[in-house]
């Protein structure tokens, strides 16, 4: 299947991406809409979908997500779409149990909307089908863009990590909004001091981290 995939992904490109991309999101979102209103919600384990084993930050929080339920005791499952997109799978970690077929329980996916449809279609009609649909959504401005409202059909719910993206999110939707935090683990005390890094006693020192492949200016690091 990883090889058709593979093929087909390839074929598609040699189309020019102002015709590929409209038709792709058209005929995904035909699909998808069929999928949605013929689910059959069950109860089963906790299924966390993203780009798990893969360095980018929404990789990070997907991970922190499966595991926090899964040292809570919830039964958990994984869904790694990192292939199905241009990331590296430079993570090596156990993530449990591999999610299956014909599952019930809740499927969070952190994919924010321009992905999540093509992971919804990844995933598949069996992985969803007895699913209810949460999206973990991350948003830098005070407003959503216009692309990201359709994708509200497609989710029973939406997590936010922080207030500020929830007010920017519940404005546009009837669909519930919940803060739900990163989970933060405990941290392992380094050997390292100030000194080590030349940094002052008595300054306060801020770490920024950003991937400028989504975005530069929206992300702003220098700012």
């Known amino acids: 299947m990883t090889i058709i995939y593979r093929i087909a992904r390839q074929t598609l490109r040699l189309i020019p991406a102002f015709v590929r991309r409209p038709v792709q999101k058209t005929l995904m979102s ?3 809409k069929s999928r949605i209103s013929r689910r059959t919600l069950r109860t089963g384990p906790v299924t966390v979908a993203g780009f798990l084993r893969s360095t980018v930050g929404i990789g990070e929080a997907a991970r922190l997500t499966l595991f926090a339920f899964r040292e809570l005791g919830f039964d958990t499952r994984y869904a790694d779409l990192s292939r199905f997109f241009p990331w590296r799978e430079n993570v090596v970690v156990d993530l449990g149990k591999e999610a299956v077929a014909d599952e019930g329980g809740q499927l ?3 994919l924010n909307p321009p992905e999540l449809l093509y992971g919804l ?6 992985a969803v089908r007895y699913k209810r649909i949460i999206g973990y959504w991350v948003w830098e401005l005070q407003d959503l863009p216009n692309n990201w409202l359709d994708t509200f059909q497609y989710v029973d719910e939406v997590w936010v990590p922080t207030r500020f993206v929830a007010d920017a999110v519940s404005v546009h939707t009837r669909v519930p909004v919940r803060i739900v935090p990163y989970p933060v683990r405990s941290a392992i005390a380094s050997a390292l001091t100030r000194k080590d890094f030349g940094f002052p006693d008595d300054a306060v020192i801020f770490l920024s981290m950003c991937d400028a492949r989504s975005g530069l200016v929206r992300k702003n690091p220098l700012g």
């Open 121 to 126: 279609s990844v995933l598949g009609h069996k």
């Open 30 to 32: 035909f699909l998808l």
């Open 108 to 110: 969070i996916l952190h």
